[in-house]
């Protein structure tokens, strides 16, 4: 005959493990679920809009966090909501911040502050520099001018112009897929110091 004590003794060990199961799983949930919401979220590229830099189907990982506690910045490979369909996310670079005032000439993009300087940009990521000249369209307060690296087939501001600031959602952090390249900040560009002198805006 099997001894009570022994018996109770199991049954308690059972009780504990089960609630260590849950214990375990409530802990996940509540670092999990707000991470997922206000931290980092998965992202898969659809389409060719930004080859070379990121792939149709690369696997991004977006920091969400950054936009809450900064503004955008150029260069940056931003996620954001379609303003046509706030339903679909989109990728692109941000180009223009407010008050920038955004000139495409034969392929070559100058930005010019609202301070009247001027950002030459170099763009090694764009391959294709034959697409539309754009002369002299500013940025509006509390929106963005994004365009795709690969400008040919892209959709973007210099179709429907203006992204409101709060569509933004986040930044490409980390490309987690493919696994060959794999890549922190993919794409993320650091343009040239603004240079020191002020120039016309005309």
């Known amino acids: 005959m099997e001894n009570p004590q022994k018996m109770s003794d199991?049954?308690?060990?059972?009780?504990?493990?089960?609630?260590?199961?849950?214990?375990?799983?409530?802990?996940?949930?509540?670092?999990v679920i707000p991470i997922r919401m206000f931290i980092a979220q998965p992202f898969l590229v659809n389409g060719r809009s930004m080859d070379p830099?990121?792939?149709?189907?690369?696997?991004?990982?977006?920091?969400?966090?950054?936009?809450?506690?900064?503004?955008?910045?150029?260069?940056?490979?931003?996620?954001?909501?379609?303003?046509?369909n706030t339903k679909e996310h989109f990728v692109k670079r941000l180009i223009g911040i407010p008050g920038d005032t955004i000139r495409i000439i034969d392929g070559t993009v100058t930005v010019i502050t609202k301070d009247g300087k001027r950002v030459l940009l170099e763009e090694p990521y764009v391959k294709n520099h034959s697409y539309e000249s754009l002369v002299d369209i500013v940025v509006p307060d509390g929106q963005l001018f994004v365009m795709g690296d690969n400008r040919s087939e892209s959709y973007d501001s210099r179709m429907w112009?203006?992204?409101?600031?709060?569509?933004?959602?986040?930044?490409?952090?980390?490309?987690?897929?493919?696994?060959?390249?794999?890549?922190?900040?993919?794409?993320?560009?650091?343009?040239?110091?603004?240079?020191?002198?002020?120039?016309?805006?005309?």
Request: a positive charge.
């Open 161 to 202: 112009r203006f992204l409101p600031r709060d569509l933004a959602t986040g930044r490409a952090l980390v490309r987690l897929y493919p696994f060959n390249n794999i890549d922190y900040l993919p794409g993320q560009h650091i343009y040239a110091e603004i240079n020191n002198t002020n120039i016309n805006n005309n």
């Open 10 to 31: 199991i049954k308690i060990k059972k009780k504990d493990s089960i609630w260590d199961i849950i214990k375990f799983m409530l802990l996940a949930f509540i670092i």
């Open 53 to 84: 830099t990121l792939k149709n189907h690369d696997y991004l990982i977006v920091d969400e966090l950054s936009y809450h506690i900064r503004e955008p910045k150029r260069g940056e490979v931003i996620i954001f909501r379609f303003p046509g």
